[in-house]
């Protein structure tokens, strides 16, 4: 099975910094990495697919890259209505999903 | 616009079965695979498994496949998961959800608790 890590557990940033959250496939997947938000208490929302394929109605400050193994989501200039926890997942060995583990985001 | 609309929470006993539904809406039932996703409390998402509306054909996550098993009703555009033999360990929120360069779309998620 694909192993999916995502680090830190928690990020906890200011208001209109950029961070980013890391997500490591145990083996290379290419570009079939996708990445997800969820607020609490709501369904999951797809943010960014394959990697960094932009989605309709996600706002432009998050963004995708990467490759092989190393994966890293990007939301510049945070607002508060981004905490959330976000969740990598892998389709590479479709049709056997995984996804990370998560990585909670904190506003100071 | 797509929407899935899953049925209420559940509360069940141990050894029991639950069934829970998703209702499609705005798009062709048959076209996408549904699939299912399991979210134990504070927990991370596990993928269960899925189907296609059209030939009925099921695949499932090798861990859960005795758990849960998973139809849909062409004529009612729904979704069904039946979870047996229900422990502690299936407390959750269970999610469907379609595919379409990621899982674009999710339902609103039923909340299954396992008590005595």
């Known amino acids: 099975d694909i192993l999916l890590t995502q680090s830190p557990a928690i990020l906890s940033v200011s208001p209109g910094e950029r961070v980013s959250f890391s997500c490591r496939a145990s083996q290379s997947i290419g570009t079939s990495i996708h990445w997800y938000q969820q607020r609490t208490n709501g369904s999951p929302r797809l943010l960014i697919k394959y990697a960094s394929e932009s989605i309709s109605g996600i706002p432009s400050r998050f963004s995708g890259s990467g490759s092989g193994t190393d994966f890293t989501l990007s939301i510049n200039s945070v607002e508060s209505e981004d905490v959330a926890d976000y969740y990598c997942q892998q389709s590479d060995s479709w049709p056997i999903f995984t996804f990370g583990s998560g990585t909670k985001l904190e506003i100071k | 616009q797509v929407q899935l609309q899953q049925s209420g929470a559940e509360v069940a006993i141990p050894g029991a079965s639950v069934r829970m539904s998703c209702k499609a809406s705005?798009?062709?039932?048959?076209?996408?695979?549904m699939h299912w996703i399991k979210q134990r409390p504070g927990q991370g998402l596990e993928w269960i498994g899925h189907?296609?509306?059209?030939?009925?054909?099921?695949e499932y996550n090798e861990k859960l496949k005795d758990k849960a098993t998973l139809t849909a009703d062409k004529s009612s555009s729904t979704a069904y998961m039946q979870l047996s033999s229900l422990t502690s360990e299936d407390s959750a929120v269970y999610y469907c959800?379609?595919?379409?360069?990621?899982?674009?779309?999710w339902g609103q998620g039923t909340l299954v608790t396992v008590s005595a």
């Open positions: 189907i296609n509306p059209s030939t009925d054909y099921t």
């Open positions: 705005g798009y062709t039932f048959t076209n996408y695979w």
């Open positions: 959800a379609n595919w379409d360069g990621g899982f674009a779309y």
